[in-house]
Structures are given as C-alpha cells and as structure tokens.
C-alpha cells in the first residue's frame, strides 16, 4: 500500500468521525440537551483547530456554542463565544485592512444569522443599544471599518477618507424578517415606539400574516394609549389563528384598557385555556 493510499485512507476516517461528532452534536441540541451538546462543541472545536479546517467551519462551532450556553442562560460565556466566532470570519491583511467581515473562503457564511444571535444575547444582558448596533450598524462604525479600504489623495497629496459609506433608512431595512423583527423589539425596548411600528408595518407589507409582528404592533399602539387601533391590529390577527394565547391575552387587555372588563375576562379565560 502507498503512502499516497495509507494517508488517504487515514483522512476518510478522519472526516467521517468528524461528521458523526457534528451530527451527535445537532441531535443533542435538537433534543434539548444542550450539556451534552457543550460536551461535544468543546470536542469537536479541539479536533477541528487546525491549519486544513476553514473559518467557516470554526465559525460554525463557536456559533452553536454560542447558542448552547445561551440556551443554559450562561450569556456572558456565550457572548465571549459569539464574539469568537466572528474572529474567524476576519480578514487581517498585513498592508492595512482590519477587522473587516467577510466570506470565508468556501462558502458565504449567514452573517444574519450570526448578528442575530449576537444581538439576542446582548439583548438578553439587558444591553440593548449594543444589540440594536449588531443589527443596525451606525454609519460611524462602518466607517472606522471600511475606511483603510476607501481612500482618496486630495490636492496636496494627502490620503483622506471618502466618507461615502451611510446606513440610510432604506439600507437598514433591507434584510431579512428575522433581523428585522430584531430591530422593531430593540425599538421598543428603548422606548422608540415610531421607530418600532415602522418596522412592523415593513414586516407586514411583505408579510401581512405574520402573528408575532401583529402581536408587537398591537402591544406597541396598547403602550401608545392607541386601543382602537391596538384592537384591531389584534383582531386582525386572530382571524389568522383564533386559538393565539398571546393574542386573546393581549385582546383581553386592551379591552380592559377600554373599561369593557366583562369582555376582557372572556378573552383571558380563553388565553389560559
């Protein structure tokens, strides 16, 4: 047998043992066993920690670690491992361009995905300007990150920044529902109640049966002293899904908002139910 043959046979093993341990570690997590799931992160992370493993991958470990503490409501643990799954998905040119996030070199990685549970985690540390950062970048940091890569010389020779970059409204909202429906809770969290209901009504014209996007509107226009409105953005949902919990509560308080407190009872009654 070769060497070309021995070393061959060697690395299909390894690659096979490698898929089982990803899967084990997936079907922990599915079933709830996110201990276990951890157990086998920190396995797979150690046995995945070299020169022939792409970012992506790495990325994708740290990711579900991520995930898993924070599932354990272990936020500050999950937080560091967020931030390192990002680490693998930087590019550090030596001529000058840092900590610009970009594709790994097999695939496009779902960076949605991985601000979304960034910003959850922030959220869930009651940090909600930074969340609302990772899903809405202010223009001033994408220009401390872009602006090794953008420059210009002026007159006198000069290098200067081109500060062309700007997260306009319309840039902002250009993503998927997910990260969007993040946006419109951050909003609300803080008090930007305008800023809130934008954002739903964008989720709902692309989406006009979208329970939990009904569901904060009608909450938000409750909190705005807008119960009519709120009873009906209400409403509205519950001839989607009449058996809504959330929905009937939230109908039983609005109506209680508007003094028909019989009324109010029966849509409790039926939200515990």
């Not at 093993?13 to 996110?34: H, M, P, S, W």
């Amino acid at each position: 047998m070769t060497f070309k043959k021995k070393l061959g046979e060697k690395l299909d093993r390894v690659f096979t043992n490698r898929k089982k341990l990803i899967n084990q570690v997936l079907e922990a997590g599915y079933q709830g066993d996110y201990e276990y799931g951890l157990e086998l992160l920190d396995k797979a992370i150690y046995i995945f920690n070299t020169d022939l493993d792409t970012p992506n991958t790495k990325a994708e470990l740290w990711h579900l670690k991520a995930i898993a503490l924070q599932k354990l409501e272990r936020n500050e643990e999950a937080l560091k491992a967020i931030e390192k799954s990002k680490e693998f998905l930087e590019w550090d040119w030596k001529q000058g361009l840092k900590k610009i996030i970009l594709p790994s070199d097999d695939e496009d990685y779902d960076m949605d995905y991985l601000n979304g549970t960034h910003s959850d985690i922030l959220q869930d540390l009651g940090r909600y300007e930074e969340a609302l950062d990772i899903v809405i970048p202010r223009a001033d940091n994408v220009i401390e990150n872009w602006k090794n890569l953008i420059t210009r010389k002026n007159n006198d020779g000069e290098t200067k920044f081109d500060h062309i970059l700007r997260v306009s409204k319309d840039d902002a909202y250009d993503v998927d529902s997910g990260i969007l429906f993040r946006q419109g809770q951050l909003f609300s969290r803080l008090g930007k109640n305008t800023e809130a209901l934008e954002i739903y009504d964008t989720i709902l014209e692309d989406e006009p049966n979208d329970i939990d996007a009904l569901y904060e509107k009608s909450d938000i226009l409750q909190d705005l002293e807008k119960y009519d409105e709120a009873l009906k953005v209400c409403e509205q949902g519950l001839k989607i899904d009449p058996d809504d919990g959330d929905l009937l509560g939230l109908k039983g308080s609005v109506l209680l908002s508007l003094k028909k407190t019989e009324e109010a009872l029966s849509f409790f009654e039926q939200s515990i139910q």
